[in-house]
């Protein structure tokens, strides 16, 4: 199974789990997990449902609980259960992952940017069955003869609920299924960049670029990124819209500086923006105290 297989297994019910689990010592016997989770006046006492199946598989398949016949446990004591402290988690596991079932999610967001690049917006988006095939064409252009569909319009809502807890886009009515947005998720990964490289010092655009790679694979550079450039294919020439959008925002809220010089000839090169005061390139950046 996988994060999008359990399909009712959202981050919110995760998140309640490990809670749950956290704040009885790290381990309950299962009828009482599901007594809490869903108390019986509202369930067959003989009939789990499927909600608390799922938010149990989800929260084995990202490593932080296992299950035993009678009983379940924390895997590890000092689990996160802070939403932030949790989404950093998952975040970092997916990243990490070497399972491809729950690869599939970085993957897809990685077609989303690479997608909005080549078209310029958002606008290729028509309908999450559209956008189901299109990622699972792709997705299967790496796979072998044998494996099966990756990717389909009933993983799309829980893949939605994924990408938005981990900071990576948002959902609203009048939009036809996700926008991307990595402003959110980039503002904590600079935190942890900044521990690296330092705070209040100018480093070079390209060192920058790395350690976001590093930490943030299904964006320009990154590992899932490069690999869903070559199945599309697709050549960037430049920061993809959507990366340079976040660094632009950041630089707003004073998360850190981009710095341009008339005088450089060569720089990290941007999604065009004449309104804003970092329009085409930035050289250096600098990561502001107290981010770090």
Not at 151 to 167: E, Q
Not at 211 to 226: N, Q, V
Request: charged letters at 25%; proline letters at 5%.
């Amino acid at each position: 199974m996988s994060l999008l297989s359990n399909t009712q297994g959202r981050p919110e019910r995760v998140r309640s789990l490990v809670g749950l689990l956290s704040a009885h010592g790290g381990t309950m016997p299962r009828e009482e997990v599901y007594d809490w989770l869903l108390p019986r006046p509202f369930r067959n006492r003989d009939q789990v449902p499927t909600s608390i199946q799922n938010t149990i598989g989800a929260a084995s398949d990202l490593g932080l609980v296992e299950t035993f016949r009678d009983r379940l446990v924390l895997v590890h004591p000092h689990v996160p259960t802070s939403e932030d402290a949790l989404s950093d988690y998952c975040h970092d596991f997916l990243c990490t992952t070497e399972k491809q079932e729950d690869r599939v999610l970085l993957d897809a967001f990685a077609y989303f940017v690479v997608r909005s690049e080549q078209h310029g917006s958002t606008d290729w988006i028509e309908s999450n069955r559209q956008v189901a095939d299109e990622v699972n064409d792709v997705l299967m252009k790496q796979a072998s003869e044998d494996d099966e569909r990756r990717f389909n319009d009933t993983k799309i809502a829980p893949w939605k609920s994924w990408m938005t807890y981990l900071g990576l886009g948002w959902e609203a009515p009048s939009l036809p299924t996700f926008y991307p947005s990595v402003t959110e998720r980039l503002q904590r990964v600079v935190r942890d960049v900044g521990m690296v490289l330092g705070s209040d010092r100018e480093v070079d655009a390209a060192t920058f670029m790395r350690e976001l790679a590093s930490r943030m694979p299904y964006l320009d550079g990154g590992e899932r990124f490069r690999s869903i450039c070559d199945s599309v294919p697709f050549r960037p020439t430049r920061t993809t819209w959507i990366l340079s959008e976040a660094l632009r925002d950041l630089h707003d809220d004073g998360t850190l500086r981009l710095h341009v010089r008339g005088d450089a000839r060569e720089g990290q090169q941007l999604a065009p923006d004449d309104t804003h005061s970092i329009r085409s390139y930035f050289v250096s950046v600098t990561i502001l105290r107290g981010i770090a």
